[in-house]
């Protein structure tokens, strides 16, 4: 009794609806740390309204933990965060 193997075709991906953020600003932070890179945090996010997204590159190792803590303290978003690239919404006021 011969067996017929039924080709198995791959599903297709389901349409994927890509999110373009709209960056209100930028800031290279540099090898900025701690303090200064908080510091530099505050100034840049006062400079956007409230829902608009502030992109930061941060070179400093512990910015990795600084900048979603910050944001935890804060309130505001942390939209990405993929070192040394970080993206932040700014919150309500």
Same mark, same amino acid.
């Given at each position: 009794m011969a067996t017929r193997e039924q080709?198995?075709?791959? %599903?297709?991906? =389901?349409?994927?609806?890509?999110r373009t953020l709209e960056i209100a600003r930028r800031w290279e932070a540099g090898e900025n740390g701690c303090g200064v890179l908080i510091v530099g945090l505050k100034r840049e996010i006062h %400079?956007?309204?409230?829902? =608009?997204l502030l992109q930061v590159t941060?070179?400093?190792a512990g910015a990795a933990a600084d900048i979603p803590a910050w944001c935890r303290l804060t309130g505001h978003t942390l939209i990405a965060a993929d070192h040394p690239?970080?993206?932040?919404r700014k919150r309500d006021d």
């Open positions: 080709a198995v075709q791959p %599903r297709s991906p =389901e349409p994927t609806q890509e %400079r956007i309204q409230a829902g =608009e941060a070179l400093d690239n970080y993206v932040l």
